[in-house]
């Protein structure tokens, strides 16, 4: 458990103790403080916006991977002179949205007018982002700085700037330049002090904390922490890596920046210069140095990765810094909560979306709470904007590459033996994705189960979700653990496949000797569920047990909201899978059939503590009607 | 699991499938439906208001006791021309609002202008009763029926007027004469044609159920029962029983009521007439006959009971009838709910007033839902009218002969030690009551933790309230179980006591060692808590996992509620057990000294699957400091 002593108030909102990204404070100097309480390091990953589509969801599920690895928050740059500023924009506010981590968005007001950062600020505000870089920044390649006509001379103009016009709403990083600034102090135009009287000033206008500028000599870095101190800046100072990527990029940004490099890690890089795999290496091993050093320093709590959008470098520095924690559980819930601002308190979701998180996400943002929220009439997945949904992986197929590809690895489908090809594929592991899901991957603790679902899959119930049943697990437990340390959690045994009618018939007839299974079921067209449950109610199949806590319960099986998603899983078929192949294809034509006549169905099994939820299915597949079912 | 197809809507509250009391249904004809549903045969249950203050409190712990069998409904009748309202009126409310079951409120309209009667229903309604018992009403003694100038002629008025000044508001149940109303068919004026054409009126004009005047002859009942149904009655009719308990009364009550006596119950009871204790065991033979013969008839799904206030006869019977669950849980929850509307679908106390619950639901009833009100300040328990806490059996002593005698069970107390003993006797059950205890009855499960708890009060710790771990444990368990059946309960181990401040300070220290204790101590004038939680929230001690269900957490621990409970805890050694004593007496000393100087402790064990909430004490108890408590 955290020392939060002192921080009552902070961690008075669910599960902040064992949440690694302090979802409920949304400012980033609130985390960063949180953090150094604890005494636990963190990290945090810069983006810039690509250059194209591709590159925008290439770099999408970048973030969403290094993300996993729970950094403290990532930030996104902004375009010299505002160039990108809707790109920027756009991430920033995807990012916040769907992938669960707070964004910081760069903001510098080179060469805008005050108009135009207020354009930007009101940008991130709409999209929820709470935290800001506010930087001069250079002037676009090519062109000498100026300051607008009503536009903005310093940083410590842009903090004065937000704080007068939006108060404390959001939290304000600035940059520090242990170096001093390369635009003044290194060519004799600004002193060392100047550069410190600076950034003093831009943190009594009301800078939270501060990133520097990159550095390889650690002893600057130090000497430079130290002097902020001794000036009485007395906010978070985070230094600013990045990572050596090869020889020609090091020298031309380092050139760029007029970094000072140290001769050793000069000579060193020189010997090994023709070398890509050498000098990545290298990168990696001075990366962790350096950051060892300067966490043992204690003047710095945490360590800021300029990516440059790459994800190993800076993904093997954390690990070797052993910055992600690998031996217990780190999920705050069984499923990633959102950083926006109306979501933050956010404590139940139903399963059925348990693969499609983006879609759930969109689909109810404009709720004020779930389950209070109404489905609409969602004969389609009603995601916002398609092409923005794709770009984060959502379809999986965001370019007609991708699509052709996808359509090659499911293969012609001549018949229903070909999807549950497909299908069972998939369970194998043989099959990377499938048209219901927006990831990859396979949730770890599917695995416990994979074996009877690919026998089921083989046999015609074609699975798109399920838990295992887990009954008193430590909430410590790296499969299905979540939430604080010294709680146990549990789930009830879940899965939703879809089926021929004969199944379905069966299984509600198999389940007549089996109370403690529940059994919702619908066609496309069915507007009322067909079902065994007694009483229609909300059923809780994911809950966790934690010392001085309510009991948690963040997934539930509900008919009212399996009735939207049966919409949206009966639309996969056509919208997103039929779509890969050709019109008039006989591949179109089976997914076409199986929309119409399949049943989608889930079973919980209300027995967590001694049940079987496959147990079932053995009667089912031994009865007669099922030697039919390929016929 | 009742067999609830076509009442959906009526089972979707909390727990509408476990109780057996109906609570979420207000209305007792919606009870009897469900009832006759499951198949489920019910009983309930007629007092009168009784003449003095000690029949009043005798009549309270009667119902209490009575009502922990279930019955249905209960009844208060209406003394002749109102002459009890004001007392009918207390009595029902406080049965509803305290007690957990529905009251049904008599009213007579004889006699009494509309005025009266609309003063009676506004009282009854604003009192939280849904139910009223429509009749004409005899006379006052030795008055002639008489119609007032503004007031009404039939039972059929009274039910008219209901309908047309509160709509649905009310149930009402009218009563049926199956041997002809004694004041006109019997004597001439009036056929059975005539009587059953007078019933039909009444149902036609609003009633929801009948109960029919008390009768011996079960042919005669059947025949009427028959007969409503010919005429197109359809609604519920209960038979009245009155259990036979003594030869002069039955001769009395038969003769004032003209009441068809078969000949051969004649000829036994004659027989036996001077044995009381045979007549006795005559009538509740009797009423077994009668009422296995009605059950089997089919013809009505439940017993109505003319209890004459006596206890005996009406439990025997229904025991004997095996109305009463015996080998499963019927607890909806741990506690039990209250009927009024506002609390019907209330589902989580404080664990604080486990042994004070009237004074809780008093504290509260103000408030719209639990945990959204605010504890006012406290000092003394905030029991509204304290002489009729004492008469629900709150206090336990309203008279001065019920004082001296706790006075004597408690006895002198000289010090510390004189104290201790009180609270180890009441452990050891040898002692009735303890002065923060409503009730004689110990938890049938603290019986599980009895030795470690009278070990504790042995040594000082002087505890008032506490509950075993449970893991898992059936919901049917008669035991710890609650809940619809299948499902699963839970508890943490919780202790709370009153010690000396040298074994708090050890027990915290003890704690140390312990992450999954969690302790409150607080002395009488501490605003502040002493804590060693990390955060202080609210914390679940007892929930349960169903079928189809969220998880229920109705038992709950929170530092709030413990500072609103421990004024009131306080305030029992001066305002509850002091006051026995005469004033300036050592008993008064001692008591007042402990009411300054002690500590009231709780201590939780968040390890419910292995914890021994009791071991931390065995380190408390062998340090030093306790060697020289008693010192």
């Given at each position: 458990m955290p020392a939060s002593n002192g921080m009552e108030g902070a961690t008075s909102t669910c599960f902040s103790d064992a949440d690694p990204n302090l979802r409920h404070l949304p400012k980033i100097a609130d985390k960063i403080q949180y953090r150094q309480l604890e005494g636990r390091p963190f990290f945090s990953f810069e983006y810039f916006p690509p250059k194209t589509e591709q590159g925008v969801s290439n770099l999408y599920q970048r973030v969403e991977r290094m993300t996993a690895a729970e950094p403290l928050f990532c930030d996104v740059t902004w375009g010299a002179?505002?160039?990108?500023s809707d790109l920027t924009l756009s991430l920033s506010g995807n990012i916040q949205k769907y992938l669960g981590v707070d964004v910081m968005m760069h903001l510098t007001c080179t060469n805008m007018p005050s108009g135009n950062v207020l354009e930007g600020l009101e940008g991130a505000k709409a999209l929820g982002i709470r935290n800001i870089l506010a930087l001069r920044g250079d002037p676009p390649a090519g062109k000498e700085w100026t300051k607008c006509e009503?536009?903005?001379?310093?940083g410590t103009d842009l903090v004065r700037f937000i704080r007068a016009n939006y108060g404390d709403y959001f939290g304000i990083c600035v940059a520090g330049y242990p170096e001093g600034h390369p635009a003044g102090f290194l060519d004799g135009k600004m002193s060392f002090e100047d550069e410190m009287k600076h950034l003093k000033d831009k943190v009594d206008a009301g800078a939270d904390f501060i990133i520097t500028q990159m550095f390889y000599d650690v002893d600057c870095y130090l000497k430079f922490v130290r002097s902020c101190r001794e000036q009485g800046i007395t906010i978070p100072i985070l230094p600013g890596i990045l990572p050596i990527q090869n020889y020609m990029g090091f020298k031309r940004m380092t050139g760029f920046c007029k970094t000072k490099v140290p001769q050793a890690i000069l000579d060193a890089i020189e010997q090994i210069k023709d070398n890509d795999v050498a000098v990545k290496q290298f990168g990696v091993r001075l990366g962790v140095d350096m950051c060892r050093r300067i966490l043992k320093s204690g003047l710095s709590p945490g360590i800021h990765f300029y990516t440059l959008n790459l994800e190993k470098s800076a993904m093997a520095i954390i690990d070797q810094l052993d910055?992600?924690?690998?031996?217990?559980?780190?999920?705050?819930?069984p499923w990633r909560p959102a950083t926006v601002d109306k979501r933050r308190n956010e404590n139940v979701r139903p399963i059925f979306w348990a693969n499609r998180p983006k879609s759930y996400l969109d689909r109810t943002s404009t709720w004020d709470e779930y389950p209070n929220g109404r489905w609409g009439?969602?004969?389609?997945?009603?995601?916002?904007d398609l092409r923005e949904y794709h770009l984060l992986g959502g379809g999986g197929w965001c370019s007609a590459a991708h699509r052709k590809d996808a359509a090659a690895r499911y293969g012609e489908l001549n018949d229903f033996e070909d999807v549950v090809d497909v299908f069972t594929r998939f369970q194998k592991g043989e099959?990377?994705?499938?048209?219901?899901?927006?990831?990859?991957?396979?949730?770890?603790?599917t695995l416990v189960i994979s074996a009877p679902l690919v026998w089921l899959n083989k046999n015609g119930l074609l699975t798109i979700n399920s838990q295992p049943r887990v009954n008193a697990a430590p909430s410590s437990d790296v499969t299905v653990g979540w939430g604080s340390p010294g709680g146990y959690v549990y789930q009830k045994a879940y899965v939703e496949f879809f089926a021929k009618p004969q199944i379905v018939d069966a299984l509600f007839e198999a389940a007549?000797?089996?109370?403690?299974l529940t059994i919702y079921a619908a066609k496309v067209k069915n507007d009322e569920l067909r079902t065994n449950a007694k009483t229609k109610t909300t059923c809780a199949v994911t809950w966790g047990v934690f010392p001085d806590r309510e009991i948690v319960q963040p997934t539930v099986v509900d008919p009212q909201s399996f009735k939207a998603w049966k919409s949206e899983a009966f639309a996969v078929w056509e919208n997103v899978w039929a779509d890969l192949y050709p019109k008039d294809s006989p591949s179109r034509k089976v997914l076409k059939e199986l929309h119409d006549t399949l049943y989608l169905v889930n079973v919980v099994d209300n027995d967590y503590v001694g049940g079987d939820i496959f147990a079932v299915f053995k009667t089912v597949l031994a009865s007669p009607t099922h030697a039919s079912l390929f016929a």
């Open positions: 002179g505002g160039s990108t009503d536009g903005f001379e310093h910055l992600i924690p690998q031996t217990e559980s780190i999920r705050s819930l009439d969602n004969r389609s997945p009603a995601y916002g099959l990377k994705r499938l048209p219901w899901s927006e990831t990859e991957e396979l949730a770890s603790e007549k000797d089996i109370p403690s």
